[in-house]
């Protein structure tokens, strides 16, 4: 499965932002889609993750009332709609997909990822 993330930028807290990433090579609704990110000098950390054919959405306390994530099986894309966006959200955000028949949230689960967008949220 190649990942092609996109939709990051510069915006001012409190903005929305939505990220999209493009999945080919693979059949799209087998996997897991999961969202990750990782701040200057931070580990990695979970986000969002959504099951292949869609629900059991789950997302990491930073993101829960704020993010939400969707798929398009019809399109091969997963979504990250960010909302009220912070400046601790600053971070590269990557998607990742996962043969996990369920969510999943650590990053070993995920198999192939994208290249990363970049999110910068000033304040």
């Known amino acids: 499965v190649q990942l092609q993330a996109s939709g990051g930028g510069l915006v001012q807290a409190g903005d929305s932002l939505r990220l999209s990433c493009a999945a080919s090579?693979?059949?799209?609704?087998?996997?897991?889609m999961g969202w990750f990110r990782q701040a200057p000098g931070k580990e990695r950390e979970f986000v969002a993750a959504?099951?292949?054919?869609?629900?059991?959405?789950f997302y990491g306390d930073s993101a829960k009332g704020r993010f939400t994530i969707a798929r398009d099986n019809a399109k091969n894309t997963v979504y990250l709609q960010m909302n009220r966006l912070k400046p601790e959200d600053t971070a590269v955000y990557y998607c990742?997909?996962?043969?996990?028949?369920?969510?999943?949230?650590?990053?070993?689960?995920?198999?192939?990822w994208g290249q990363g967008t970049l999110v910068t949220v000033s304040s």
């Open positions: 990742a997909a996962g043969p996990a028949p369920y969510v999943v949230t650590v990053a070993t689960a995920y198999v192939y």
């Open positions: 959504i099951r292949g054919t869609g629900g059991g959405e």
């Open positions: 090579g693979r059949t799209f609704s087998d996997y897991v």
